[in-house]
């Protein structure tokens, strides 16, 4: 009953005590498109469990290049690096999907980090799951062709705002892929020819989830295992 209410998974796993603690301190936020949360080398002031928003953690080059090298939405938190004893982000996370999130100060949330062991366990497995996202984005921004990624980059969203329908300027995606923006366009068109996604003034519809999970490059299906796996076996600790 009441994880039903709980929108963010790693909240939601908590057991009853612990997360009625946590919850003193948490504030119901809303994030707006573009919103920039942490940049690098900036302290980190809060951390925030997304509900419905989309977090991008992206990486730069040259002072102005960035490449989205994860993406933070209800299965995660953002403010990691203080659970490993770091108070400054070494990236910058820029909101690309609108929506709401619990924050929480980060001086507070570390005093609770330390009496809360489900806490602990729940951030320390979503840390892993993170770094194996993070490593996986890497070798696919390498070696896998824009349309693979952006497939594997749309099931990811979908699987985190639980839409099947959402914004994106093709601006933004060029952003989040590394790539110009007509490489972006000719993949959405390619991926539109084959009846996967619509592509209409900034909003993007998927139509075909299992046709665009075969378009995607193995990476989704690798980081999505390694994600879920983490999940049940936190979900049989708990019961
Ligand atoms: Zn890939």
Redesign the pocket.
């Known amino acids: 009953m009441r994880s039903a209410s709980i929108e963010n998974s790693l909240l939601a796993i908590l057991p009853g005590k612990e997360y009625q603690r946590l919850r003193t301190g948490l504030e119901p936020v809303t994030l707006i498109l573009g919103e920039v949360l942490y940049e690098p080398g900036q302290t980190i002031r809060h951390v925030y469990f997304p509900n419905d928003s989309l977090v991008s953690l992206l990486t730069l080059a040259d002072g102005h290049l960035a490449l989205e090298v994860g993406l933070i939405g209800r299965d995660g938190m953002l403010g990691l690096p203080l659970v490993l004893g770091h108070n400054k982000s070494p990236v910058r996370a820029l909101v690309q999907g609108e929506g709401t999130a619990l924050r929480m100060a980060a001086a507070a949330f570390l005093k609770q980090f330390r009496l809360s062991p489900a806490l602990q366990r729940a951030l320390y497995r979503y840390t892993y799951t993170l770094m194996a996202q993070i490593s996986?984005t890497a070798?696919?921004n390498r070696?896998?062709v824009v349309e693979?990624?952006l497939s594997?980059w749309l099931l990811m969203t979908q699987d985190r705002v639980k839409k099947d329908q959402f914004r994106m300027t093709q601006e933004f995606l060029g952003h989040m892929l590394g790539v110009r923006r007509v490489g972006v366009t000719k993949a959405a068109q390619s991926l539109q020819k084959l009846h996967l996604i619509a592509y209409n003034r900034g909003e993007i519809t998927i139509l075909n989830r299992p046709g665009l999970e075969a378009a995607a490059?193995?990476?989704?299906g690798i980081v999505k295992d390694m994600h879920d796996g983490a999940v049940t076996t936190q979900a049989k600790r708990k019961a």
């Open positions: 996986q070798a696919c070696f896998h693979q990624r594997r490059c193995a990476c989704y």
